[in-house]
């Protein structure tokens, strides 16, 4: 079956680091996918992981092992702004195929 | 350019009834895959479709139906609404490129409350 895990909640403060991490268990993996979701917005696409390693996005890195089953998403110098739902999802089959998304990460940044 | 927009935004019904959403995708985008969103979850999928064929369907009941038309626009149907399907209902495209990093552009979503 599928399973992706997230925290639930993470509170944080302006100017710190956060690691949100994501564990996933698939029957295939075809990529890893982080978007940011405001309350009452869209979803938006934060970065994308296929290969093992970290990819870095400006105040944004996120990190692939694989062989763990295992993502971060690690925020930087934290602003208000990044207070949002954290949002993992795994592709299982070809490029196209729908993703399957974790419950979400809801992060509070307070000064 | 515009982004995906949806329509409407809230729309508040009754157990029992039917309900139409419309989604219009990115200009140039020829895929459109539709998720359900429950207040406190990440967003399931419903449906995808490209070129106006389903190219996948997730793990909902036969009342849920969708169809993409040429213009690539989209709408999802909901028969004989439960109070369980009150969720934010979110329409994605995608160019159709099927590059492995092509990303979905989610739009705003419409509220559904179900009374």
Known sequence: GQNIDQPTEMTATEGAIVQINCTYQTSGFNGLFWYQQHAGEAPTFLSYNVLDGLEEK????????????YSYLLLKELQMKDSASYLCAVREGQAGTALIFGKGTTLSVSS | ????????????????????????????????????????????FIFQYYEKEERGRGNFPD?????????????LNVNALLLGDSALYLCASRSGTYATNEKLFFGSGTQLSVL
């Open chain 1, 58 to 69: 400006g105040r944004f890195s996120s990190f692939l092992s694989r062989s763990k089953g």
């Open chain 2, 1 to 44: 350019d515009a982004g995906v927009t949806q329509s409407p935004t809230h729309l508040i019904k009754t157990r029992g009834q039917q309900v139409t959403l419309r989604c219009s995708p990115i200009s140039g985008h020829k895929s459109v895959s539709w998720y359900q969103q429950v207040l406190g979850q990440g967003p399931q």
């Open chain 2, 63 to 75: 009342r849920f139906s969708a169809r993409q038309f040429p213009n690539y626009s989209s709408e």
